[in-house]
């Protein structure tokens, strides 16, 4: 029996993969409990359809990862910092301080999670943060640390 996936199933496979599988597993198991639906004409068109949307819309947000990707590039961010005696930072600085001062000074919206710095920047000085826009987009920035 060929049915076509309406949920992740562990071993079996993905949403929207169409798969055979035994006709008691498929009649007793998936399709009582919503997790596919017989792979009939409609459903088969259907399942092609979203297909296609589910590419169009990945495709569409790669784009836009490699244009922000472009403008981060062109980027050097200044975080004002407060500063002890000795030179030292109060705390560090972190993916949360580089994300807010780019959606202040460049309005760009950067997930604070996506902003990885090698190591803690805990003096002053200029480093560089490596920002994860999308799996196939990576870039780099320059954050200079600055007394403030």
Same mark, same amino acid.
């Given at each position: 029996?060929?049915?076509?996936?309406?949920?992740?199933?562990?071993?079996?496979?993905?949403? *929207?993969?169409?798969?055979?599988?035994?006709?008691?597993?498929?009649?007793?198991?998936?399709?009582?409990?919503?997790?596919?639906?017989?792979?009939?004409?409609?459903?088969?068109?259907?399942?092609?359809?979203?297909?296609?949307?589910?590419?169009?819309? =990945?495709?569409?947000?790669?784009?836009?990862?490699? =244009?922000?990707?472009?403008?981060?590039?062109?980027?050097?961010?200044?975080?004002?910092?407060?500063?002890?005696?000795? *030179?030292?930072?109060? *705390?560090?600085?972190?993916?949360?301080?580089?994300?807010?001062?780019?959606?202040?000074?460049?309005?760009?919206?950067?997930?604070?999670?996506?902003?990885?710095?090698? *190591?803690?920047?805990?003096? =002053?000085?200029?480093?560089?943060?490596?920002?994860? =826009?999308?799996?196939?987009?990576?870039?780099?920035?320059?954050?200079?640390?600055?007394?403030?």
């Amino acid at each position: 029996m060929k049915v076509i996936l309406q949920a992740d199933v562990k071993k079996l496979g993905v949403k *929207g993969d169409i798969v055979e599988v035994s006709d008691g597993y498929g009649r007793n198991y998936l399709l009582p409990r919503k997790l596919a639906v017989e792979a009939n004409a409609v459903n088969l068109n259907t399942a092609k359809v979203n297909a296609e949307n589910k590419a169009r819309r =990945l495709q569409q947000e790669a784009d836009e990862a490699k =244009l922000l990707g472009a403008q981060l590039e062109k980027i050097s961010v200044k975080i004002p910092v407060k500063i002890g005696k000795d *030179g030292k930072l109060f *705390g560090s600085v972190g993916g949360a301080d580089i994300a807010k001062v780019l959606k202040e000074a460049h309005s760009l919206n950067v997930d604070k999670r996506k902003i990885s710095i090698a *190591g803690e920047v805990t003096r =002053l000085g200029v480093f560089e943060a490596v920002v994860k =826009l999308h799996p196939e987009v990576t870039t780099k920035i320059k954050v200079e640390v600055v007394a403030g």
